[in-house]
């Protein structure tokens, strides 16, 4: 494992695992509603179950907003100017997988970094309505002072890259209906957009490579970049 570094802050570095090319370079987005209690090595399970799969894997951290310098538009920025500090080759797809605010953080990257894909378990994908329903214990509200537009991926369709959103049906961090109107709205804005929910699963079990609900991510990666 390789530590890169994109900028002065702490969190300001990503964590580099297999060798770049392979079938191409998976971008991890830990979740944690932008908050520091959470961080990048939750997806240290993915990211080895990724290399296992052939894949370059870059684990990012990024500022978050309890005494990090996060929020809004800074841990997007932190986000583009990660994935273009990564060396990987051009010709090869880069997929961005992100899970809850790390899902919100792939879904805006996917056109101005110019992705190829984005796997999106159970994402964020409109931030003042997570703020009106008092979600994440009221992270929305200290992520985005106001209504900005950019903020929201369900307002910055079409995102312009196939994505995948993955939602277990018993999530209570962040509710099934959000993923189903965004799915929605992606459709009919024209982005090449599929859909599982799962039942009976709940928020984190997504992220566990070695639980069942992890599979249909891999598997929509195998279809589309195998």
């Avoid at 005494?67 to 100017?81: C, E, F, N, R, Y």
Wanted: proline content about 8%.
């Amino acid at each position: 494992m390789e530590t890169l570094r994109y900028g002065a802050e702490p969190s300001q570095f990503v964590e580099l695992h297999g060798t770049p090319g392979g079938r191409g370079t998976a971008i991890l987005l830990h979740g944690g509603w932008w908050r520091a209690r959470h961080d990048l090595h939750q997806l240290d399970p993915m990211a080895a179950d990724l290399v296992a799969a052939g894949w370059f894997v870059a684990n990012l951290e990024y500022r978050r907003i309890d005494g990090d310098g996060g929020g809004w538009p800074q841990t997007l920025d932190d986000v583009l100017a990660a994935i273009a500090a990564v060396d990987r080759p051009d010709s090869l797809p880069t997929v961005a997988i992100g899970h809850s605010a790390g899902g919100h953080l792939a879904l805006l990257a996917g056109k101005p970094a110019s992705l190829s894909g984005v796997v999106a378990l159970a994402p964020i994908t409109d931030v003042p309505r997570a703020a009106a329903e008092e979600l994440g214990e009221g992270a929305a509200r200290q992520f985005l002072t106001g209504d900005d537009p950019a903020a929201s991926p369900i307002r910055q369709l079409p995102i312009g890259c196939p994505q995948v959103v993955v939602q277990g049906e018993a999530d209570v961090r962040v509710p099934v209906a959000h993923s189903r109107d965004y799915v929605t709205a992606a459709q009919a804005a024209g982005d090449d957009v599929e859909y599982v929910e799962l039942p009976g699963v709940d928020h984190f079990r997504l992220i566990d490579p070695a639980d069942e609900p992890w599979q249909p991510a891999r598997e929509w990666l195998d279809r589309r970049f195998g």
